[in-house]
């Protein structure tokens, strides 16, 4: 216990006496201004919040000195356009603006023509250089879009994203979406978040950060610096407590006060827009329009089937996988909780099992797993029996989904895949079929927490968002299997010059 307390200066000062159960309970400062003022300066001067105002301030201000993407934006038609401020993480570090020389001409996607009363956007794409997100770039780009990857690669590759280098309607940010970052966006589409056991079995904690960052949207006001400055405080050991109880009381009490700052926001507003309908339009687009992708793990081992979004789920919340089916239930209940009591624009897309070109070749999944051992001729590995079932959607029909979700007028959930659905048995035959029919298959014991069954109910994606997938698994297989015989071939290349 000892050297716990010598490690960490967040829980006492070093100078100080190591705190014990007989330590006096932390209580707050009394109120010392008049009860005539209003309430926001109230809540200024109690527990020295002026101070973390200020010291956000000065953070706030230091971002737009050091920061030189922030100062290449586009063309001032398109800045001018751009009416809210995003931030996205929690702790400090230095966005990473990757620049890429022009390109020649290759690769660039030209402009399609937006249409009359629709203006060019300015997107955020987390974890845009995936596999999903990669994709979902290229249509954003080719209908007119200006388009911001963010993406740590841990899953994603730089190669996926290669063609848009040195179109100015591109930018590719490496950077890590648990730290904090503030672009002037109109859209987030929040991908970042491992998809694949091995991946987000890896740094579960981390998974679940990831999957719950991107909702702490405010616009840049006192609210949004006191933030920033309460939590980099954290993270470089500038704020210590003498106790843990402490610690947790003045933590709460600040979050308190960054959403009261925001209630108080919102009350202008709304006292801004009664009775002013010329004001309606700002008020609404105050908030940036964010898109949470979901997932058919918040289903669990379903014991409904197929699955409705009215379904709550079956799922084990400290299993092996839990980072990641807890992870991502936990993100919709934050994102359903800022939609309703801070009137955030937000949509909720739940993606059942997706296969194309651009998955990563060695990460776990059933498809990519057959697909790389049929290629490089080995055993197809089946877990268990092989008559657990999933449904198979590609990924293109997933994009489209996703773009209609966020445009349209509906917050969700709602299941994205395609309810074909295979055993996976019935998919190793589909593989030898398409790769190689002397494939043979091999068993081994199924891993923890697996499910028995998922297929999704689209119906309500039929009905609200004109969305249904077009593309079959013996369509799109096909497709996949040529993007990994090429990367795998270069692969193998690359390791025989070494």
């Given at each position: 216990?000892?050297?716990?307390?010598?490690?960490?200066?967040?829980?006492?000062?070093?100078?100080?006496?190591?705190?014990?159960?007989?330590?006096?309970?932390?209580?707050?400062?009394?109120?010392?201004?008049?009860?005539?003022?209003?309430?926001?300066?109230?809540?200024?001067?109690?527990?020295?919040?002026?101070?973390?105002?200020?010291?956000?301030?000065?953070?706030?201000?230091?971002?737009?000195?050091?920061?030189?993407?922030?100062?290449?934006?586009?063309?001032?038609?398109?800045?001018?356009?751009?009416?809210?401020?995003?931030?996205?993480?929690?702790?400090?570090?230095d966005q990473i603006s990757i620049p890429y020389p022009q390109s020649n001409?290759?690769?660039?996607?030209?402009?399609?023509?937006?249409?009359?009363?629709?203006?060019?956007?300015?997107?955020?794409?987390?974890?845009?250089?995936?596999?999903?997100?990669?994709?979902?770039?290229?249509?954003?780009?080719?209908?007119?879009?200006?388009?911001?990857?963010?993406?740590?690669?841990?899953?994603?590759?730089?190669?996926?994203?290669?063609?848009?280098?040195?179109?100015?309607?591109?930018?590719?940010?490496?950077?890590?979406?648990?730290?904090?970052?503030?672009?002037?966006?109109?859209?987030?589409?929040?991908?970042?978040?491992?998809?694949?056991?091995?991946?987000?079995?890896?740094?579960?904690?981390?998974?679940?950060?990831?999957?719950?960052?991107?909702?702490?949207?405010?616009?840049?006001?006192?609210?949004?610096?006191?933030?920033?400055?309460?939590?980099?405080?954290?993270?470089?050991?500038?704020?210590?407590?003498?106790?843990?109880?402490?610690?947790?009381?003045?933590?709460?009490?600040?979050?308190?006060?960054?959403?009261?700052?925001?209630?108080?926001?919102?009350?202008?507003?709304?006292?801004?827009?009664?009775?002013?309908?010329?004001?309606?339009?700002?008020?609404?687009?105050?908030?940036?329009?964010?898109?949470?992708?979901?997932?058919?793990?918040?289903?669990?081992?379903?014991?409904?089937?197929?699955?409705?979004?009215?379904?709550?789920?079956?799922?084990?919340?400290?299993?092996?996988?839990?980072?990641?089916?807890?992870?991502?239930?936990?993100?919709?209940?934050?994102?359903?909780?800022?939609?309703?009591?801070?009137?955030?624009?937000?949509?909720?897309?739940?993606?059942?099992?997706?296969?194309?070109?651009?998955?990563?070749?060695?990460?776990?999944?059933?498809?990519?797993?057959?697909?790389?051992?049929?290629?490089?001729?080995?055993?197809?590995?089946?877990?268990?029996?092989?008559?657990?079932?999933?449904?198979?959607?590609?990924?293109?029909?997933?994009?489209?989904?996703?773009?209609?979700?966020?445009?349209?007028?509906?917050?969700?959930?709602?299941?994205?895949?395609?309810?074909?659905?295979?055993?996976?048995?019935?998919?190793?035959?589909?593989?030898?079929?398409?790769?190689?029919?002397?494939?043979?298959?091999?068993?081994?014991?199924?891993?923890?927490?697996?499910?028995?069954?998922?297929?999704?109910?689209?119906?309500?994606?039929?009905?609200?968002?004109?969305?249904?997938?077009?593309?079959?698994?013996?369509?799109?297989?096909?497709?996949?299997?040529?993007?990994?015989?090429?990367?795998?071939?270069?692969?193998?290349?690359?390791?025989?010059?070494?």
């Open positions: 216990m000892k050297q716990l307390h010598k490690q960490s200066s967040v829980n006492h000062r070093r100078d100080e006496a190591i705190p014990t159960s007989q330590s006096p309970p932390y209580s707050p400062k009394t109120l010392k201004h008049p009860r005539s003022l209003p309430r926001s300066i109230n809540y200024l001067f109690k527990e020295q919040r002026l101070l973390f105002i200020l010291v956000g301030i000065l953070i706030g201000s230091t971002f737009f000195i050091v920061q030189p993407s922030l100062s290449r934006l586009g063309p001032a038609e398109t800045r001018s356009t751009i009416p809210r401020s995003v931030t996205i993480g929690v702790t400090s570090r001409g290759a690769g660039k996607v030209g402009r399609i023509p937006v249409g009359i009363g629709r203006r060019r956007l300015r997107i955020v794409v987390t974890g845009g250089a995936g596999f999903v997100g990669s994709h979902l770039v290229d249509k954003l780009i080719a209908r007119g879009d200006d388009v911001i990857v963010i993406d740590n690669f841990f899953t994603g590759r730089k190669e996926n994203v290669m063609h848009h280098f040195g179109n100015p309607r591109f930018e590719l940010i490496r950077h890590d979406v648990v730290e904090p970052i503030l672009l002037e966006v109109d859209q987030i589409y929040h991908l970042a978040c491992p998809a694949s056991p091995v991946h987000y079995k890896y740094n579960p904690v981390k998974t679940i950060i990831s999957l719950l960052i991107v909702m702490l949207v405010a616009n840049f006001d006192l609210g949004l610096l006191c933030a920033i400055a309460f939590l980099s405080c954290l993270n470089l050991r500038l704020v210590v407590w003498k106790t843990e109880e402490e610690r947790t009381k003045q933590s709460c009490q600040f979050l308190c006060f960054v959403l009261v700052l925001e209630n108080e926001k919102n009350d202008l507003n709304r006292d801004k827009c009664d009775g002013h309908p010329e004001h309606v339009g700002p008020c609404k687009e105050d908030w940036g329009k964010v898109l949470l992708t979901s997932t058919s793990e918040v289903y669990g081992d379903p014991l409904e089937h197929p699955q409705k979004e009215t379904y709550w789920g079956n799922v084990n919340p400290i299993g092996v996988r839990s980072c990641y089916d807890e992870g991502k239930r936990t993100a919709e209940t934050l994102t359903m909780d800022y939609h309703r009591g801070a009137d955030v624009e937000v949509r909720i897309a739940r993606i059942f099992n997706t296969y194309g070109p651009r998955m990563c070749i060695d990460d776990g999944r059933v498809v990519s797993n057959f697909v790389a051992q049929a290629i490089r001729k080995q055993p197809l590995t089946v877990y268990g029996d092989g008559k657990q079932t999933r449904s198979f959607q590609y990924v293109s029909d997933l994009v489209d989904g996703l773009v209609a979700l966020m445009e349209g007028e509906h917050v969700g959930p709602f299941n994205l895949g395609n309810p074909g659905e295979f055993t996976m048995l019935e998919l190793a035959e589909v593989v030898k079929e398409t790769i190689d029919s002397s494939a043979t298959i091999e068993f081994k014991p199924n891993t923890a927490d697996d499910p028995h069954k998922r297929k999704p109910d689209i119906s309500r994606a039929k009905e609200l968002l004109n969305w249904e997938p077009k593309i079959s698994l013996r369509e799109g297989l096909p497709l996949m299997v040529s993007d990994f015989q090429n990367r795998i071939l270069n692969e193998d290349e690359g390791k025989g010059q070494k």
